[in-house]
């Protein structure tokens, strides 16, 4: 007696792509440090060059923490260790908490804490260093001169979730908590002849709310002119600013992460200038470099959780902010992000650093070349003369916001007499200086100012958008391999000279958004399969944040959305297929770059398991190529179900074998009544042939058998991410093939 059989086909599975799709989340972070990096993440990599570090900093000031290290497990015990000056260093062996509110302690001689990981709470109350009044009286016990060092801990102040500033008198700030400016008051600058340094600090918060969420309510460090050095990884939320100082060095390869979640105040307070303090006294042993001095490889991201305007991130009596090479500084304010009050000030961006200023309301200039407000305007000249933005090669400078007023724009210059602001791209990466408010007319990124003044980019694409042009559609005006760019802002129309006709129409007016991109161009493969007759692809120019008014993430990383070429901005690339054809295709005004069956000279379907390819370039008006990005190849995915396999016997009752050929490679299985059968599975030889034994007496007649066939490729996944990470193959869902079985 014979028994039917069927055979069903199944979907073939295809190979992994080559290509990975890009996202938001990892746009080109090369290695550089960024807001998702853990602890955990930072310290394997990081921590034995941060203990060389801390060896360095020792060294610098001869200071011996280990002449007289001590103990504590208990808040009595660190009172009275932090109260000897005869203590050089003091060690946590648990959590400590004070049982006492709003007192102060003090010292008078250099110490280290260190943390070990605990947390050290107090209420309403401070550790004080300044009570030294002047050098002469220092001992140096355990350093050549005062140092304070803290690390590797966790720091609360005053009582519960959304404290705020304590007691004036016990708890202005964690360190140095007696009164805005301590004993001897601004003049005596006691607090500016410390050297202070932390790292690996971290202040508990409520990571469910974005704002209020702090247990330190004043501030970490009251360092009024004194310097303040950072390493390490470190998560700092108070309610007033992270600290008063009178700089800031941020060491090479640093995490910091510094928000102010309740008072409408800077992040960064360089409080007072050293002219404030008297000549007689002690202006010359002050310690503070007045630099907010981020190191190379660092990441930096300061947040005013605040709505006011007032404030930027960085305020008041500084001369330079520095962004060391490959270094990352964000700004997440809801007002200017940077300006200066002092004259000679300068904003650097060092080779390969990213900078995102992104404001998150309207009403202010994103950036200025003068003071956006002034508190303690002692020693400062109001607006401040000859200040600067130098933004170097390689660099990626982002500056975002909405202000509706054409006078200020987006990059304030301030429109004095006396002013002479430059603003300087020299050879960046990319850049993307935008203004977001919605009216349609004399919406400006350039603000005016007097003769003198200076806007230049030098060696870069440069694109513009028109006023009435809608800010993240195309460009109005797209030039390339611009040599020179400078405008005076001195008019509405503004006195341009630049080496391309296509930038002379520029007006200061009626132009909201600059661009360029400047890095090479990335070729990105739609998936290619063996059923398309046709292929496609974008290409890459590169990345801006959206800004508005979420403009970073949870992290601290801007939140960014993909640039690529299109009508306007053009590229070509040259392909190469599986079949032998080789074309060259232009990018369109969809964003894509097409192949089509009409361009193939030889006809017909890509071969599964080998690679299409392409190289990107970019094109000028005169269709010449000038910057050539790297071939990428994909490999053609495999979605032909393997044909149907043969059977070379009849099957019966009482067959002992089944055997036939199929695809070389694949695997065969089969059912019985649609119940799967172990025994009755095999895989074919390199020549497609294939048998299994049949088990005494398992075939009766009427059975219905099914014959699987499943050839050696991977799965398919629609889900990018679950690809990637399985080792599967992606294909959008509206290309998944579907699977045929009788």
């Known amino acids: 007696k014979r028994v039917t059989y069927l055979f069903p086909i199944l979907v073939a599975f295809m190979i992994l792509s080559s290509f990975v799709f890009p996202s938001v989340t990892n746009a080109v972070t090369n290695d550089r440090i960024t807001g998702a990096m853990t602890e955990k993440q930072y310290k394997e990599k990081y921590s034995e060059l941060n203990q060389v570090q801390n060896e360095v900093w020792n060294q610098k000031y001869n200071f011996r923490p280990e002449a007289n290290p001590v103990l504590v497990d208990d808040w009595e015990d660190f009172q009275k260790a932090f109260e000897n000056n005869s203590v050089s260093k003091i060690t946590l062996k648990r959590d400590i908490t004070s049982p006492s509110h709003s007192k102060a302690y003090t010292r008078t001689e250099s110490l280290e804490i260190d943390g070990r990981g605990f947390k050290l709470e107090m209420d309403r109350s401070s550790l004080n260093f300044d009570d030294l009044t002047d050098l002469s009286k220092f001992t140096k016990n355990f350093s050549n001169v005062p140092v304070f060092h803290m690390h590797d801990i966790q720091i609360v102040n005053n009582t519960g979730y959304g404290a705020v500033e304590g007691p004036l008198g016990t708890a202005w700030a964690f360190i140095n908590g007696r009164w805005q400016f301590g004993p001897g008051g601004s003049a005596g600058g006691r607090r500016g ?130 962004v060391g090479e490959n270094a990352t500084y964000n700004a997440n304010v809801p007002g200017t992000a940077v300006s200066f009050n002092e004259s000679n000030s300068s904003f650097v961006a060092m080779k390969g650093a990213k900078v995102n200023l992104l404001s998150r309301r309207s009403g202010a200039p994103t950036i200025s070349l003068v003071n956006s407000n002034s508190t303690h305007g002692t020693g400062s000249t109001i607006p401040p003369k000859n200040t600067s933005y130098q933004i170097n090669e390689d660099v990626e400078f982002y500056v975002v916001g909405t202000n509706p007023t054409h006078g200020t724009g987006i990059v304030n210059f301030g429109n004095n007499n006396s002013t002479e602001g430059r603003f300087i791209l020299d050879s960046p990466a990319s850049f993307d200086i935008r203004n977001q408010h919605s009216t349609t007319k004399d919406v400006s990124f350039m603000g005016i100012s007097k003769l003198g003044s200076l806007f230049s980019i030098k060696n870069s694409d440069i694109s513009l958008w028109k006023s009435e042009t809608t800010v993240d559609g195309l460009a109005d005006i797209d030039a390339v391999n611009v040599a020179t760019f400078s405008v005076v802002p001195n008019s509405d129309s503004g006195n341009v000279s630049t080496t391309s006709d296509a930038l002379k129409s520029y007006t200061r007016r009626n132009y909201r958004r600059i661009s360029g991109f400047n890095t090479k161009p990335e070729l990105l493969w739609e998936p290619v399969t063996d059923a398309d007759v046709s292929q496609k692809a974008r290409v890459l120019l590169g990345y801006v944040p959206v800004g508005g008014s979420d403009p970073f993430d949870e992290n601290g990383d801007a939140r960014v959305t993909p640039v690529y070429a299109d009508h306007v901005r053009v590229v070509e690339a040259d392909y190469e297929d599986t079949l032998g054809n080789t074309y060259t295709t232009t990018s369109q005004s969809d964003g894509y770059l097409y192949w089509k069956l009409e361009d193939h000279a030889i006809p017909g379907f890509q071969k599964a398991g080998e690679a299409v390819s392409g190289t990107p370039f970019r094109l000028d008006k005169q269709k010449v190529r000038y910057r050539e990005g790297d071939k990428v190849s994909t490999t053609v995915v495999d979605v032909t179900p393997p044909e149907p396999a043969k059977i070379n016997t009849d099957i019966t009752t009482i067959s002992k074998k089944i055997n036939g050929t199929a695809e070389a490679d694949s695997k065969v299985t089969m059912t019985i009544n649609g119940i799967e059968n172990s025994n009755l599975a095999t895989t074919t030889d390199s020549q497609g042939r294939w048998e299994v034994e049949v088990p005494y007496r398992l075939l009766k007649e009427g059975d219905t058998l099914q014959i699987f066939l499943e050839d050696n490729a991977l799965q398919i996944s629609s889900d990018k991410k679950q690809a990637e990470e399985g080792g599967m193959a992606y294909l959008p869902a509206n290309r998944l093939p579907v699977t045929n079985s009788a």
Do not use: C
């Open 193 to 322: 002849l410390w050297q202070y340094r932390m790292g690996n600090i971290t202040t508990p918060y409520d990571s469910s709310k974005t704002t209020d969420n702090q247990r330190v309510g004043g501030r970490l460090f009251n360092a009024e002119l004194g310097q303040i050095d950072i390493w390490g990884y470190n998560k700092i939320v108070t309610g007033a600013e992270n600290f008063y100082t009178g700089g800031i060095k941020y060491e090479p390869n640093t995490y910091y992460r510094g928000e102010i979640a309740h008072y409408n105040y800077s992040t960064i307070w360089f409080m007072l200038n050293p002219l404030q303090v008297s000549a007689t006294g002690n202006r010359n042993d002050l310690t503070g470099s007045q630099q907010f001095d981020i190191g190379e490889n660092s990441f930096v991201y300061l947040n005013n959780t605040n709505t006011g305007t007032g404030f930027p991130a960085v305020y008041e009596h500084y001369n330079l902010l520095r």
